[in-house]
């Protein structure tokens, strides 16, 4: 990255947190036109940060569409950052949204989709359903989780949606139960 763009980047990260509307939106097309994977985490936290919904539907739309190298990485960082737990099922969409490959990081999406709500969950059957390729010791090591999870989850819209990631892992597989 040039010293030019990165300067760039950087006043439009700034931006991404104004109160200006029309600065922050200004900053999202910048970040569209130049924006790389490290782009993420910042359009991550300026949603978390935002209560307007014009600016919500830009920057998960440009989460959604995403497609620059390692952005499935930097997406599975965010995962685990505490304060971007409100934007956690925009991050897990984006996966499957923008098409990257999830398959390096199916165990600690299983992990999310049993300790996370029922969206979350969702989010995750999702993008598991939607990978090409699974790992199949992560996918065992996920069937296992899941299987031993449904029969403890008390919320029935989330235990549905276990049993539904119970039953594409076992397909996928080829597990007949």
């Given at each position: 990255m040039t010293a030019k763009k990165g300067a760039q980047l950087d006043k439009?990260?700034?931006a991404l947190l104004s109160e200006d509307d029309a600065q922050a939106l200004e900053a999202i097309a910048v970040i569209h036109e130049?924006?790389?994977a490290l782009s993420i985490r910042?359009?991550?936290h300026a949603l978390a940060q935002t209560d307007d919904p014009a600016r919500q539907?830009?920057?998960e739309g440009l989460l959604y569409e995403v497609k620059v190298k390692?952005?499935?990485?930097?997406l599975a960082k965010a995962l685990d950052l505490p304060e971007l737990l409100d934007v956690r099922k925009t991050a897990i969409a984006a996966f499957?949204?923008?098409g990257l490959d999830a398959a390096p990081y199916v165990e600690r999406l299983v992990q999310i989709a049993l300790e996370g709500d029922a969206g979350e969950t969702f989010e995750v059957l999702t993008v598991i359903e939607n990978q090409e390729v699974?790992?199949?010791k992560a996918a065992r090591l996920a069937?296992?989780?899941v299987k031993k999870a449904v029969d403890k989850e008390t919320d029935p819209y989330k235990k549905t949606i276990l049993a539904d990631l119970k039953k594409h892992l076992e397909d996928r597989l080829g597990v007949q139960e």
């Amino acid at each position: 990255m040039t010293a030019k763009k990165g300067a760039q980047l950087d006043k439009a990260f700034a931006a991404l947190l104004s109160e200006d509307d029309a600065q922050a939106l200004e900053a999202i097309a910048v970040i569209h036109e130049k924006g790389d994977a490290l782009s993420i985490r910042p359009l991550l936290h300026a949603l978390a940060q935002t209560d307007d919904p014009a600016r919500q539907r830009r920057i998960e739309g440009l989460l959604y569409e995403v497609k620059v190298k390692d952005a499935a990485a930097e997406l599975a960082k965010a995962l685990d950052l505490p304060e971007l737990l409100d934007v956690r099922k925009t991050a897990i969409a984006a996966f499957w949204n923008a098409g990257l490959d999830a398959a390096p990081y199916v165990e600690r999406l299983v992990q999310i989709a049993l300790e996370g709500d029922a969206g979350e969950t969702f989010e995750v059957l999702t993008v598991i359903e939607n990978q090409e390729v699974l790992p199949e010791k992560a996918a065992r090591l996920a069937l296992a989780r899941v299987k031993k999870a449904v029969d403890k989850e008390t919320d029935p819209y989330k235990k549905t949606i276990l049993a539904d990631l119970k039953k594409h892992l076992e397909d996928r597989l080829g597990v007949q139960e």
